[in-house]
């Protein structure tokens, strides 16, 4: 993996994103493994340029669109609309954690100048079906575990939340130490927030 | 492409550009704007900035794709910066 990189991946990071990779194509709590491969296709397609969701995949293939491209421009009245034709809030929800990740793995791949991961064979297990049984829809437009905030935005569905803290951990800070505005590894804590608001800016996001 | 000056900070030009070349729009590589940084700061650096732009794509996307809210405690931040988080679109 990352083999033709021009630059080298840090090897924890590079860890990481060989277990997100893993993660991200086997089957997952709602979707199969076939599904979750299309939600990737499709963002995938919606960053390669195409204008308009893939319409063989339906109400999902929207949500993986829009989720790549302009989840900045999602409002509930959106979802609501995804949910009216069928794609209920968990199947979104998984979605959503699909193509987050996804970004990362396919920004860093690409920022080290290596070749895009490619799909592996389709391993047909079913999926896992396992929720938080205590997730309900509170503050956000998808179940949640309580009142939920980033990095939690995902634990309804708990193998995704925690498979974005096991990437976002590695690639940003430990989270004992987000508070600590001494931090100093190859960057400085300065630097490392500088290139979050920054990218955030640059995506419209607010949080 | 966004605009505005570099922050006061080792390597803020620097800093820019990559994030600006790679975190705008769809992941590509960001060849020149990378070598950069690797001449001012080091390839270490370069593929530790990497990393923390590729993980606000993914942040930036969860966090929009629930329709999360701001979180209480940053409400005074971003007063201060000029918008309510409680009248936010969303």
């Known amino acids: 993996m990352l083999v033709d ?32 491969h ?10 390669a340029g195409a204008s308009q969701p893939n319409p063989a995949s339906g109400v999902a293939g929207e949500a993986a669109h829009w989720v790549a491209i ?9 979802v609501a609309d995804f949910e009216a034709r069928g794609l ?15 970004a990362n793995v396919d920004f860093y791949v690409a920022g080290l100048g290596a070749t895009m991961l490619a799909l592996p064979a389709v391993d047909h297990t079913p999926p896992t ?10 503050n956000m437009w998808v179940p949640t575990v309580g009142r939920s905030f980033a990095p939690h935005v995902l634990d309804a569905l708990p193998a ?44 419209e996001c607010f949080y | ?7 006061d900070l080792p390597f803020g030009a620097e800093l820019v550009a990559l994030t600006d070349a790679l975190g705008s729009g769809a992941p590509s590589d960001p060849a ?21 732009i590729a993980t606000f794509q993914m942040m930036n996307r969860a966090l929009d794709g629930v329709g999360a809210p701001v979180n209480p405690h940053l409400h005074p931040f971003a007063i201060e910066l000029g918008f309510d988080p409680n009248h936010l679109p969303r």
Not at chain 1, 93 to 99: A, D, K, Q, R, T
Not at chain 1, 130 to 138: L, N, T
Not at chain 1, 168 to 188: K, Q
């Open chain 2, 32 to 52: 020149a704007e990378r070598q950069r940084l690797v001449d001012a700061a080091g390839p270490e650096a370069a593929e530790r900035a990497i990393g923390v």
């Open chain 1, 160 to 203: 995704e939340g925690e498979a974005l803290r096991d990437i976002h951990e590695p690639m940003y800070v430990n989270f004992g130490s987000i508070g600590d505005g001494h931090l100093v590894d190859v960057l400085t804590k300065s630097q490392i927030e500088f290139l979050a608001s920054r990218s955030s800016y640059l995506n």
């Open chain 2, 1 to 7: 492409m966004a605009t505005g000056a570099a922050p």
């Open chain 1, 88 to 102: 209920d809030r968990w199947r979104y929800l998984e979605i959503v954690g699909i193509v987050s990740r996804l």
């Open chain 1, 5 to 36: 990189a021009v630059l080298p991946p840090d090897p924890q990071r590079l860890a990481a994103l060989t277990r997100a990779w893993d993660q991200l194509t086997a089957p997952g709590v709602e979707l199969t493994a076939t599904e979750r």
């Open chain 1, 129 to 138: 079906g396992r929720r938080d049984p205590a997730a309900v829809i509170s």
């Open chain 1, 38 to 47: 299309q939600v990737i296709k499709d963002a995938r397609a919606a960053w």
């Open chain 1, 70 to 78: 302009d989840a900045e421009g999602l409002r509930a009245e959106v």
